[in-house]
Each structure stands twice: as C-alpha cells, then as structure tokens.
C-alpha cells in the first residue's frame, strides 16, 4: 500500500504570495489532518478534514485553509505569506473507525516552505 | 496552551545503554498516548502507543509508562543503537477527531 503522498516537497515564495500543498492519503483513509512543524514548536494542528468537512480546526489564522475532495486528496493554502508561516508541513490521514480514541496517524514526508 | 510537554529539547547516550524520553501532560480529557518518531527529511513515523487503562506498553525494545496521576509518560529505549538517533515526538489524543496533541519533540543521539 502506497503511504501518505504530499506534493511538493519543497517550495520557495516571497511574503505576500499565497500557495497551495497537496496530500494524497494512504488509500481507504477518508480522514485527512494537517500539522505545522517549526523548531522549538513541535507539530502544531491546522486542521482535519473527513469526507470532504472540515470537522475540526487548531488556532491558526484564517490565512490557512483547506479542503477535501470526493478521493478524499486534500489541499492546503496559506495566503498572504508571512516570514513566520516558513516551515514544514505535514499532512496525515487515519482509518476513521467511529470513534476518536486510538486514532493513529499516518504522515507523509511533508512540503518543506520558505518564506523569503 | 502547551496541554503536552517535552522538557528535555536533547538527549545524548551511549550505545547500548538506556534512553528515557520524558513527556508531561495537562489535559485530563487525554485517553491514549502515542510516540512517534522523526527522521530529517521523513514524516514522523509511529512507534509505539498506550490507552489510559494501562500502565505500561512494550514493543521489541521499546516501552512506554504512563502515571495517569502524574499526567506522565515516558518512553524507555533499551538497548538504544545509533539507528534510534532522531527527534521523538510524545502526542495525545482522544478528545476531538483527526487530532493530536503533540510535543515540541525530543532530539535524541545515540553515540557508538
């Protein structure tokens, strides 16, 4: 079975710029989340998405959004680009089984962003 | 709101010997624990996990403690290898859905 897949692996922008990262998750995983990872600062949830809403949301600015497809890929974009949004990100998906508890996620290896 | 802590940012120790990684929690909502582990360049990768009804939890070389009163786990690596330097992350779940709650992670090396 193929893993979580995330395209690109790398990104340069300017502050001011938006973009937008691909994930597409292990396949039967309908259940699709987000992390941002900066030094010092963990994994930061963004947000998680299952058959196409959004049903839960971390305390990002609404700069970041997200969205899933029907194929349950997802996309991420961040507007506007601050300096401070330049890290790495990663997406995971999970068998949802009806329940929150023993949940695991599966990453990806994540886009790498910079902010210039 | 840090609800999951590491304090150790690094931890260096020899091969062969103990590595403990330790991790604090505040949420008492928290029902199950997981640890996952990071390579550079990779995503982070499970490795071993535990509900609240237990205590403790081992796999192959790999064992977690949980002390529910103390909101405390920690990951007991025995005997550690070079191969097991990289960053740990010590995450939380069971109160909302897609999510956990994850430390700021734990750089460990193990020298040769």
């Known amino acids: 079975k193929a893993g979580v897949t995330q395209t690109p692996r790398y990104l340069i922008k300017t502050r001011g710029q938006q973009v937008t990262l691909s994930c597409s998750p292990i396949?039967?995983?309908?259940?699709v989340s987000w992390y941002q990872q900066t030094p010092g600062q963990g994994l930061q949830f963004l947000f998680e998405?299952?058959?196409?809403?959004?049903?839960n949301k971390g305390n990002f600015p609404g700069r970041f959004s997200g969205r899933q497809f029907s194929n349950s890929r997802s996309e991420m974009n961040v507007s506007t680009l601050e300096l401070g949004d330049s890290a790495l990100y990663l997406c995971?998906?999970?068998?949802?089984?009806?329940?929150?508890?023993?949940?695991?996620?599966?990453f990806g290896s994540g886009t790498q962003l910079s902010v210039l | 709101d840090q609800q999951v802590k590491q304090n150790s940012p690094s931890l260096s120790v020899q091969e062969g010997r103990i590595s403990i990684l330790n991790c604090d929690y505040t949420?008492?909502?928290?029902?199950?624990f997981l640890w996952y582990k990071k390579y550079p360049a990779e995503g982070p990768t499970f490795l071993i996990s535990i509900s609240s009804i237990k205590d403790k939890n081992e796999d192959g070389r790999f064992t977690v403690f949980l002390n529910k009163s103390a909101k405390h786990l920690s990951l007991h690596i025995v005997p550690s290898q070079p191969g097991d330097s990289a960053v740990y992350f010590c995450?939380?779940?069971?109160?909302?859905?897609?999510?956990?709650?994850f430390g700021q992670g734990t750089i460990l090396t193990v020298h040769p």
């Open positions: 998405y299952f058959s196409e809403t959004q049903r």
């Open positions: 396949s039967g995983h309908r259940s």
């Open positions: 995971a998906s999970s068998l949802w089984q009806g329940a929150a508890t023993n949940e695991k996620l599966f």
């Open positions: 995450g939380a779940g069971g109160t909302s859905y897609g999510k956990l709650t």
């Open positions: 949420n008492s909502m928290f029902d199950y």
